[in-house]
């Protein structure tokens, strides 16, 4: 049984020597692997006391590669919920990463339409479809149509 628990912690290690996991991934990877659950649970609580795992750290870190890969709040809210963590402060990570969400959306929407950006002789059927992008993104319809207020008065705030 000891030998067991060496080897669920060394691959514990392993895996949290490349990347940051969540507690439920590390989990999931071990049972995956052919561990117990019982083993595996009391092997990741030791991680987190030895400060190994932290999921905290973990969301704020995927978090932070999610708004800089141009994905709103909707977006990351479902994927940190996924991966079994659901209390991060969102809005104080994008003010250290992008300044603000609306900062961010108007990033992502530079990036995608460089052209049409500032354009505002764009057609319903174009702003829709750029409204389901910006949505699949995961920025929710009152952020959009505030951008899209923003950019057809010209207006330096939003």
């Not at 969301?59 to 919920?81: C, D, E, K, N, T």
Request: aromatic share 10%; net charge positive.
């Amino acid at each position: 049984m000891v030998t067991c628990t060496k080897e669920i912690n060394d691959f514990c290690l392993r895996l949290l020597a490349r990347r940051e996991h969540s507690r439920k991934e590390l989990l999931t990877k071990c049972l995956a692997k052919g561990y117990s659950k019982e083993d595996s649970l009391a092997v990741i609580d030791g991680l987190a006391g030895q400060g190994w795992q932290d999921d905290l750290r973990y969301a704020q870190s995927y978090a932070r590669h999610l708004i800089q890969r141009g994905y709103g709040p909707v977006f990351i809210r479902y994927q940190l919920h996924q991966k079994g963590v659901d209390t991060v402060d969102l809005d104080g990570i994008v003010e250290t990463v992008a300044g603000s969400w609306m900062d961010a959306l108007e990033q992502v929407y530079t990036k995608k339409y460089k052209h049409g950006a500032s354009d505002n002789r764009i057609d319903r059927q174009e702003s829709a479809k750029r409204s389901r992008f910006l949505m699949q993104r995961g920025f929710p319809a009152a952020m959009i149509s505030a951008l899209f207020g923003h950019l057809n008065s010209n207006n330096p705030k939003f």
